[in-house]
């Protein structure tokens, strides 16, 4: 199933392998999620926080929550 989803950010831990995303969906809902990839593994990036289901009415309300949710994003202007 393609994504519909629009990332408005994305943040990235230091490293290169974990991040998280801010995102806008069709539905003008916003949401975030937190994701990694390992080099080892050309899959690609996949869920490690679970949150994309989570529904927000502004990317600002989002990243509030995500920021209340993931410990080191505190640590990064979003």
Not at 46 to 73: K, P
Request: glycine fraction near 8%; aromatic fraction near 14%.
């Amino acid at each position: 199933m393609a994504h519909k989803n629009t990332v408005l950010q994305s943040v990235n831990l230091d490293g290169g392998f974990v991040c998280v995303d801010i995102f806008q969906r069709p539905d003008d809902t916003y949401g975030f999620d937190e994701f990694r990839r390992d080099p080892e593994d050309g899959r690609g990036w996949y869920s490690i926080g679970h949150y994309g289901n989570r529904v927000f009415d502004s990317a600002a309300a989002a990243i509030q929550e995500a920021r209340t949710c993931i410990e080191w994003l505190r640590d990064y202007p979003v």
